[in-house]
């Protein structure tokens, strides 16, 4: 399973656009990115998920260069709701979701 | 609809009782999936359920019992549990456990039950 790396906290302000970025650099072929979100006393929510080069939702973006060692999550114009905790994870078809820490993530007015 | 439903949503027990948690999706996935989760902590894989049959174990103690009658429910036993097991405990589910393929095979969470061992 392939390690990933974020940082464990990040500041904005409501309206700013925020940049989470990734690392997993053994990441395998086979492997996919993909984000959750979750708050206090809920459930991980899926945010967004790609293999290589950009995928955009209602929610983010998600940026993957064309090495794969690394990957950006960006929120447009955050509000104090963002405020929550993002797991990035790296995987394989066939297998769970394994989380790793997490980026706790504060949004101030 | 995407919504995985675990109930209860609160369970206070003791050491000595038996309990269980329970999971219910109508989304036709064939993976399910339970979770231990401690406060300020990321979520931590226990069980996997394909197609009604266990395929991981994730070394959980035997006092965690799996279960899954059918397809759209999978319940978590509990017996003998230590203060320590207390926690928020996530179901999830997902089409089947090749998670991340190109059919986009998300996986979905249920909002928890909290468990508190007195």
Same mark, same amino acid.
């Given at each position: %399973?392939? #390690?990933?790396?974020?940082?464990? !906290?990040? =500041?904005?302000?409501?309206?700013?656009?925020v940049n989470i970025t990734c690392s997993h650099n053994n990441i395998a072929t086979n492997d996919y990115i993909t984000w959750y979100q979750q708050f206090p006393s809920q459930g991980p929510r899926f945010i967004i998920q790609g293999y290589k080069t950009k995928v955009t939702n209602e929610v983010?973006?998600?940026f993957i260069p064309a090495d794969r060692?690394?990957?950006? %999550?960006?929120?447009p114009r955050v509000s104090l709701s963002d405020t929550a905790v993002y797991y990035c994870l790296a995987y394989q078809a066939g297998t769970a979701l394994i989380f790793g820490k997490g980026t706790t993530l504060s949004v101030s007015s | 609809d995407?919504?995985?439903?675990?109930?209860? &949503?609160?369970?206070? +027990?003791? +050491?000595?009782?038996? &309990?269980?948690?329970k999971c219910e999706q109508? +989304?036709?996935?064939?993976?399910?999936?339970?979770?231990?989760? #401690?406060?300020?902590? $990321?979520?931590? %894989?226990?069980?996997?359920?394909?197609?009604? &049959?266990l395929s991981i174990n994730e070394s959980v103690p035997s006092r965690f019992s799996p279960e899954c009658p059918n397809s759209s429910l999978l319940n978590l036993h509990l017996h003998a549990?230590? $203060?320590? =097991?207390?926690? %928020?405990?996530?179901?999830? !589910?997902?089409l089947s456990t090749r998670t991340g393929g190109p059919s986009g095979n998300t996986i979905y969470f249920g909002e928890g039950s909290w468990l508190t061992v007195v």
């Open positions: %399973l392939a #390690k990933t790396t974020q940082p464990i !906290s990040m =500041d904005s302000y409501e309206g700013q656009e983010a973006s998600l060692k690394s990957s950006t %999550l960006s929120l | 995407t919504e995985v439903t675990q109930t209860p &949503k609160h369970l206070v +027990m003791g +050491m000595t009782n038996k &309990k269980s948690l109508h +989304m036709g996935h064939r993976a399910m999936y339970w979770y231990k989760q #401690k406060a300020k902590k $990321p979520p931590e %894989l226990m069980f996997v359920y394909s197609y009604e &049959k549990l230590q $203060p320590e =097991d207390s926690a %928020l405990y996530l179901c999830a !589910s997902s």
